[in-house]
């Protein structure tokens, strides 16, 4: 068992009895990890956490830290974060899910969690594939995707999630990925901060499945450097006409409102003895 690391930050938050990480080398929900704990140690939120992981590779990710966290049913965790959100809405509720947890099996959940604008912060890591399973398609995969289930080529049209989840009704929208670490570091702490749906996409190399089936390649490196190609910052996007958007990743803050009302306040304002009952209710 480990005991001792060289970093200061694992030491003080990793759950050294649940290593070994189940992450392939090479895989970017290492960095994703290494990022939020950075944002938790900064933000001095520890003592507030409350983590929620779907099922996949991604989902494991709160598992190794010694926070609260529940572990749940594929394409739940939006469910279960929302029950754990209203009857404790001190907490720092974060939700770590996959592109198939989140939007395939917990599409609808993932809707309907934006669209009541409930101050979750969803980081959702994107690799384009069902990882953990083998490499099948996911409703991210991109047009003409090869993978072990679309083996000539993706014939469906990806979704774009973050479009998805500011048209569901989303309060906070970013998208970046793992060769970004400054800047998803940034938007990890501005989405908990924001009280309301926010939703954090990470472009997340697999070395294992997606490297290898989608992009030909299996090395970590390579499919970072092919993340830093393709980005494109948001501003520059809106003046970039769609033609010269293809095969491009769009990074950066997609949306930020905070007009909208969020949704464990209106219900505490609706039902004022409830919220005197619960001793939690600031
Ligand atoms: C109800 C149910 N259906 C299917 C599965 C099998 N399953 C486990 S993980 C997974 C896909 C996860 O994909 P994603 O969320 O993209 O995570 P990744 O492994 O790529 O991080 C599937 C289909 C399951 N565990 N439970
Ligand atoms: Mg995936």
Redesign the pocket.
């Known amino acids: 068992m480990v005991t001792e690391f060289m970093n200061p930050l694992a030491d003080k938050y990793i759950r050294k009895k649940a290593l070994p990480l189940i992450f392939c080398p090479g895989c970017g ?1 290492g960095t994703v990890l290494n990022i939020f704990l950075r944002a938790v140690e900064e933000m001095g939120i520890f003592p507030d956490l409350a983590l929620v992981g ?6 494991w990710l709160p598992t190794y830290i010694r926070a609260d966290v529940l572990h749940v ?3 739940r965790a939006i469910p279960f974060a929302t029950g754990l959100k209203l009857t404790d809405p001190r907490r720092k509720v974060v939700v770590f ?6 939007v ?2 917990g599409g609808n959940h993932f809707i309907h969690g934006a669209r009541r604008n409930i101050d979750l912060t969803v980081i959702m ?1 994107n ?1 384009g ?5 083998g490499g ?1 398609v ?1 409703p991210t995969t991109p047009l003409h995707g090869r993978t072990q289930t679309s083996p000539y080529g993706n014939i469906e049209f990806p979704f774009d999630v973050g479009d998805l989840a500011r048209a569901a009704g989303a309060t906070y929208v970013t998208r970046w990925t793992t060769a970004h670490p400054k800047q998803l570091l940034r938007a990890i702490k501005e989405g908990i901060e924001h009280a309301g749906f926010s939703f954090i996409e990470v472009l997340s190399q ?1 070395p294992t499945q997606a490297g290898r089936y989608l992009e030909g390649t299996s090395d970590p490196g390579e499919l970072l450097t092919l993340f830093k190609k393709r980005a494109i910052a948001v501003e520059r996007a809106r003046s970039t006409p769609a033609q010269d958007l293809r095969g491009r990743i769009i990074v950066g803050k997609i949306h930020h409102v905070t007009e909208k009302k969020e949704f464990s306040k209106t219900l505490y304002e609706s039902f004022p003895a409830e919220a005197a009952d619960n001793q939690d209710h600031p």
């Open positions: 929900d779907g099922i996949g590779c991604s989902g049913l594929h394409g899910t996959g592109d198939g947890d989140g395939g099996i890591m690799n594939i069902y990882g953990m399973t099948q996911a697999c």
